[in-house]
């Protein structure tokens, strides 16, 4: 079955990295693109980053750029956030998503979601 497991959530200060994982199985995950969504608590989720089934695009949300990067390697299934000079405002449940349009919708598969805390 399809899953998409994300790691690497935790306890920052601010001005900390972390750097989320997001392991994925039961489909092809080079035909996917990937994203990152974020949701804090009385927001709605979010769009983070994105990245193209090769890796050859990505796109960020303003609020991240210059301090996130997505990554994928499809060899390993796995796709990345890594989060720099994160702050405050960054905390959030993460979650990662695979998207492959098909003729008349979409398949779209998401994580369960890991906890990112910024806080001294």
């Known amino acids: 079955q399809v899953q998409l497991v994300e790691s690497g959530g935790g306890l920052v200060q601010p001005g900390g990295s972390l750097r989320l994982s997001c392991a994925a199985s039961g489909f092809t995950f080079s035909s996917y693109a990937m994203n990152w969504y974020r949701q804090a608590p009385g927001k709605e989720r979010e769009l983070v980053a994105t990245i193209t089934r090769t890796g050859g695009s990505t796109n960020y949300a303003d609020s991240v750029k210059g301090r996130f990067t997505i990554s994928r390697d499809n060899a390993k299934n796995t796709v990345y956030l890594q989060m720099n000079t994160l702050k405050p405002e960054d905390a959030a449940v993460y979650y990662c998503?695979?998207?492959?349009?098909?003729?008349?919708?979409?398949?779209?598969?998401w994580g369960q979601g890991t906890q990112v805390t910024v806080s001294s």
């Open positions: 998503n695979a998207v492959l349009l098909v003729w008349g919708g979409k398949n779209d598969y």
